[in-house]
């Protein structure tokens, strides 16, 4: 019998549910159900974006789809900054949840921003970004062509994708800090690691508060070394690892 697993997949920063498309597809070839999510402003809900939308409102809207379509035993998603928000949805309803799972990415402590996670000098610099280029209150999309310079398997067809289908991000969904109450810390999590391996983020967990998180409690790790978005360059071995993923919970 076909075993089926739920996944809930977020983006990061920039980006709107489009840039999971192939690693849906790839998952739900294998009968898998899988919802990608437009956060607000982003993608194709851009034109709901205001001064006013922050991390708050993305976890309503992840947990909005939970709930309006009555998910439960899910596999939670979360690439980038979209961390902060399956953590938060998460923390919110980990009754629905099964397991989370970090795409380079890990839970920031309460407390902590999107924006504080680079140091001061990096969100003194996105400030500015913001005041010059984002009418005060978005930050730009990269410069897509320039990060994907060194890297092969990015052809220029992928990079126009990024550009054509990037937004400014609010804001106020970098400053917001988290708020959590611990609950989502009971669900097992699995990181994907991307940009750094097993050996340097337990490194890094020693001397960043930040990455203290990704070591203590239920982990599990798988390594797939590329760059930060490895959704646009190698969506097939992604889904792959997410499909593994949601075996492991069904063995559970």
Known sequence: ?????????????????????????????????VHAVDLTGMG????????????????????RVLEEHDLHDVVLVGHSYGALVTTGAADRVPERVARLVYVDSGPLPDGTAQADFDGPDARAANE??????????RLPPPPWAALAADVPEVDDAAVAALVAG???????????????TGAWERLPRTGVLCTFGVEQLQQMAQH???FAHMVDGDWTYVELPTWHWPMVNRPGELAEVLGAEGAQHRRR
């Open 208 to 210: 960043v508060p930040a």
């Open 166 to 180: 990037s937004q400014p991000q609010p804001w106020r969904t970098a400053t917001q800090s988290v708020a959590l």
């Open 1 to 33: 019998m076909l075993m089926t697993t739920t996944y809930v997949l977020v983006p990061g920063f920039w980006l709107g549910a489009w840039v999971w498309r192939t690693v849906a597809d790839a998952l739900r070839a294998h009968g898998h159900v």
């Open 128 to 137: 500015r970004l913001v005041q010059a280029d984002g009418a005060g209150w």
């Open 44 to 63: 194709e809900r851009a034109d709901l974006a205001t001064p006013e939308t922050d991390l708050t409102t993305h976890v309503d809207d992840v947990v």
